[in-house]
């Protein structure tokens, strides 16, 4: 059964009297893979931003799942930025149990999707000395665990050996496959054209279909 993820209508997100969205006008169903492509400083992240509710829209209507309250709905959003976001002083492992708690997930749970990222044997390091691939991994392992109904993914591709690029590319295959929908911001539209049921384009805050 098809369900409206997202709908935007005429959204704006203005900051100190800069649009940074100007107009957006989107929607995304289930099991759709969207990439969106688009030059520095467009607003490609804000964009990501504003979808998951984490920054507030200065004008334009935005409605997840049907018009779920904001705050519901961010439970069933799933989102990986260009740069891993752990706590340092916590091993692999922990963050990904401090993960879980907070969640209500077990701590078995927690171990199966370190075995499932590869990162078993290494989950006593410190993330602060951990590699990027490795903080990656725990991120993937972080949406294995909520299962997201919408995943957003801002240049999470980047950097990625072959092992844990597929280990993403299989994430967003169980997302879509699971009723859900994905939107990945990228800047290779060669991978987007591959990936995605269809390519968007954002230009100085504005979104168009890619030519």
């Not at 049907?66 to 959003?77: F, P």
Request: with cysteine; aromatic share 2%; glycine share 10%.
């Amino acid at each position: 059964m098809v369900e409206r993820i997202v709908e935007t209508k005429d959204l704006v997100v203005e900051r100190a009297g800069f649009r940074i969205l100007d107009g957006i006008d989107l929607t995304v169903d289930t099991s759709e893979v969207v990439g969106i492509s688009g030059p520095n400083g467009s607003g490609k992240t804000t964009l990501l931003r504003a979808l998951a509710s984490l920054t507030s829209n200065s004008e334009g209507e935005l409605a997840l799942f049907g018009g779920m309250d904001h705050s519901q709905a961010r439970r069933r959003i799933g989102l990986i930025g260009h740069r891993p976001y752990l706590l340092p002083h916590l091993t692999l492992s922990e963050n990904l149990h401090h993960i879980a708690r907070l969640q209500g997930f077990s701590s078995e749970r927690a171990d199966k999707a370190l075995q499932v990222v590869g990162l078993e044997g290494a989950s006593h390091r410190r993330a602060g000395a951990s590699s990027f691939g490795m903080l990656r991994r725990v991120e993937i392992a972080q949406q294995l665990l909520d299962r997201p109904r919408l995943l957003l993914l801002d240049e999470a591709y980047s950097g990625l050996d072959d092992d844990a690029h597929q280990l993403l590319a299989e994430l967003v295959r169980l997302t879509a496959e699971r009723s859900g929908a994905v939107i990945m911001v990228s800047h290779d539209k060669s991978h987007l054209a591959k990936t995605c049921s269809r390519t968007l384009i954002l230009t100085a805050g504005r979104l168009a279909p890619t030519p």
